[in-house]
């Protein structure tokens, strides 16, 4: 089966500009996590679909959005981007999102804001 | 607020020496957690987990974890670590204050560094 698959691997942006990332979940899992990695703040999650719908939500300001299609393929925008925003950022997916469910996590896009 | 502490950030060992890596976590109740190792420049991997049962459990590579409800700990050890085991380690738990889940509560990880 093959994993969780993300693109790009990596982005320059610069200030003020917005960024769309890319994760496709491994086939027949509904969840989607997003998570934050940082050498400061480690990993934080951002938020989690499941079915096209945000379930949950991390403490990130509101430039950090997502979205999830039909298929399950997710996306996360980062609007006006800041400098603080360069972070490999890492999305998992599992079955359901239960609690007992293992998340499987994807390369990570690293995104550099200058 | 569940909470993650992960005790050392670094554990530099020789290579064919056992290895410990500390983990305490806060729930008072139920608890699933896991061991993640994340190589360079790549994601997460899955070593092993606790939902429950045994306390004792054991990865295909050779290491085991300890879940052990009274020290609120869950240490990940390895009696023999090679050098491809050099990375950075992960003890993360589910975050049960959601309904649905789908949110790991991640501990500042520990490098461990194996040494010829």
């Known amino acids: 089966k093959a994993g969780v698959t993300q693109t790009p691997r990596y982005l320059i942006k610069t200030r003020g500009q917005q960024v769309t990332l890319s994760c496709s979940p491994i086939?027949?899992?509904?969840?989607v996590s997003w998570y934050q990695q940082t050498p400061g703040q480690g990993l934080q999650f951002l938020f989690e679909?499941?079915?096209?719908?945000?379930?949950n939500k991390g403490n990130f300001p509101g430039r950090f959005s997502g979205r999830q299609f039909s298929n399950s393929r997710s996306e996360m925008n980062v609007s006006t981007l800041e400098l603080g925003d360069s972070a490999l950022y890492l999305c998992?997916?599992?079955?359901?999102?239960?609690?007992?469910?293992?998340?499987?996590f994807g390369p990570g896009t690293r995104l550099t804001v200058l | 607020a569940q909470s993650v502490t992960q005790l050392d950030s670094q554990v530099p060992v020789f290579e064919e020496a056992p290895v410990e890596l500390r983990c305490n976590y806060s729930?008072?109740?139920?608890?699933?957690l896991f061991w993640y190792v994340q190589y360079p420049n790549q994601g997460l991997q899955l070593l092993l987990k606790?939902?429950?049962?045994?306390?004792l459990v054991e990865s295909i590579n050779g290491f085991e974890a300890e879940f052990n409800k009274s020290q609120t700990s869950f240490h990940l050890r390895k009696p023999s670590v090679h050098i491809s085991d050099t990375a950075e380690y992960y003890c993360?738990?589910?975050?049960?204050?959601?309904?649905?889940?789908?949110?790991?509560?991640f501990g500042q990880g520990t490098e461990l560094s194996v040494k010829p």
């Open positions: 998992a997916s599992s079955f359901s999102g239960a609690f007992t469910d293992t998340q499987y």
């Open positions: 086939s027949g899992h509904r969840s």
């Open positions: 679909y499941f079915s096209e719908t945000q379930r």
């Open positions: 729930s008072s109740v139920s608890v699933y």
């Open positions: 606790y939902l429950s049962g045994s306390t």
């Open positions: 993360p738990e589910s975050d049960l204050h959601y309904n649905q889940g789908g949110k790991l509560i």
